[in-house]
């Protein structure tokens, strides 16, 4: 199984980013998938989940309304719209994939991707 994450980057605060992170290796499908970060000197947090059925998202408080998961199942591929960047949204962003129903907890996933960063100057 790999989670190859991408489209991190260095950004101005109130811009936008699109993460991707393409799976391949399982039946992806059968899969919840979510987003974590990990910001420098802190303990990795959840920041969004998405069913692998009817497609339903769940939000860590600080995200709500301006990102947006979502999966494309013909590319096995799920997303991360994020907008109106703040510089505390500063983390290495990972996608992680978990059998069964969707999680807040990262200890409940199976499979991680390597990390892309993202950088939010003020």
């Known amino acids: 199984v790999q989670l190859q994450a991408s489209g991190g980057g260095l950004v101005q605060a109130g811009a936008f980013l699109r993460l991707s992170c393409a799976a391949s290796g399982l039946t992806f499908s059968t899969y919840a998938m979510g987003w974590f970060r990990q910001a420098p000197g802190k303990e990795r947090e959840f920041v969004a989940t998405i069913s692998r059925g009817p497609q339903t998202t769940y939000y860590t408080d600080s995200v709500k309304g301006r990102f947006t998961i979502s999966r494309d199942s013909a590319k096995n591929t799920v997303y991360l719209q994020m907008n109106s960047l703040k510089p505390e949204d500063t983390a290495v962003y990972y996608c992680?994939?978990?059998?069964?129903?969707?999680?807040?907890?990262?200890?409940?996933?199976?499979?991680w991707g390597q990390g892309t960063l993202v950088t939010v100057s003020s």
């Open positions: 992680a994939a978990r059998a069964g129903l969707s999680s807040r907890d990262a200890y409940d996933y199976d499979y």
